[in-house]
T-cell receptor
Framework: GAVVSQHPSWVICKSGTSVKIECRSLDFQATTMFWYRQFPKQSLMLMATSNEGSKATYEQGVEKDKFLINHASLTLSTLTVTSAHPEDSSFYIC??????????????FGPGTRLTVL | QKEVEQNSGPLSVPEGAIASLNCTYSDRGSQSFFWYRQYSGKSPELIMFIYSNGDKEDGRFTAQLNKASQYVSLLIRDSQPSDSATYLCAVGGMDSNYQLIWGAGTKLIIKP
């Protein structure tokens, strides 16, 4: 159980274009999803927390107008990188939170999306 | 400032031995603790979580929690080369809204 899919697994785009990444929880409903970014040999960096039916909460330093997050259902969240530039090239990973009966929800990760902006 | 600390490593362990990974945390209110494994170029995968003081075993993995000393550890018995990865410790709280605090990870190398 607790499978999270992410699509696409990799994408190459030209500078200035927008890219949409989908994250789905396949066998459970996730009221909360998270978006992370990871540069080579660096730690996970939380970008934003996405709650179904409400606006995402962005971490300090993350531009909400550049990284648009939509969490339209209990099983789907999308991240759109708008007007992508080479410095946005990174490994983007989503996670979906499964309720843990009173403790912090357990996060299950999607396989990640490798974005390369030319 | 809530912090989770891990030794970055690399920690080198011979095949078949026990690998011991440690994690300390600063917030005494922390109540839930998670270990993830991340292979190079892949996303993290959950190994196990622990909520209560003591040991919790799952196959070759044992999580140990000591809230008084504010540390949690992960033991890997009969280490295999396939266990070579970065191990991430994450610390949570008593409710769903408590944001997970992540350690930077320990790189483990199992030498054949």
């Amino acid at each position: 159980g607790a499978v999270v899919s992410q699509h696409p697994s990799w994408v190459i785009c030209k500078s200035g274009t927008s890219v949409k990444i989908e994250c789905r929880s396949l066998d459970f409903q996730a009221t909360t999803m998270f978006w992370y970014r990871q540069f080579p040999k660096q730690s996970l960096m939380l970008m934003a927390t996405s709650n179904e039916g409400s606006k995402a909460t962005y971490e300090q330093g993350v531009e909400k107008d550049k990284f648009l997050i939509n969490h339209a259902s209990l099983t789907l969240s999308t991240l759109t990188v708008t007007s992508a530039h080479p410095e946005d090239s990174s490994f983007y990973i989503c996670s979906a939170a499964e309720p843990s009966g009173g403790f912090t929800d357990t996060q299950y990760f999607g396989p990640g999306t490798r974005l390369t902006v030319l | 400032q809530k912090e989770v600390e891990q030794n970055s490593g690399p920690l080198s362990v011979p095949e078949g031995a026990i690998a011991s990974l440690n994690c300390t945390y600063s917030d005494r209110g922390s109540q839930s603790f998670f270990w993830y494994r991340q292979y190079s170029g892949k996303s993290p995968e959950l190994i196990m979580f622990i909520y209560s003081n003591g040991d919790k075993e799952d196959g070759r993995f044992t999580a140990q929690l000591n809230k008084a000393s504010q540390y949690v550890s992960l033991l890997i018995r009969d280490s295999q080369p396939s266990d070579s990865a970065t191990y991430l410790c994450a610390v949570g709280g008593m409710d769903s809204n408590y944001q997970l605090i992540w350690g930077a990870g320990t790189k483990l190398i199992i030498k054949p």
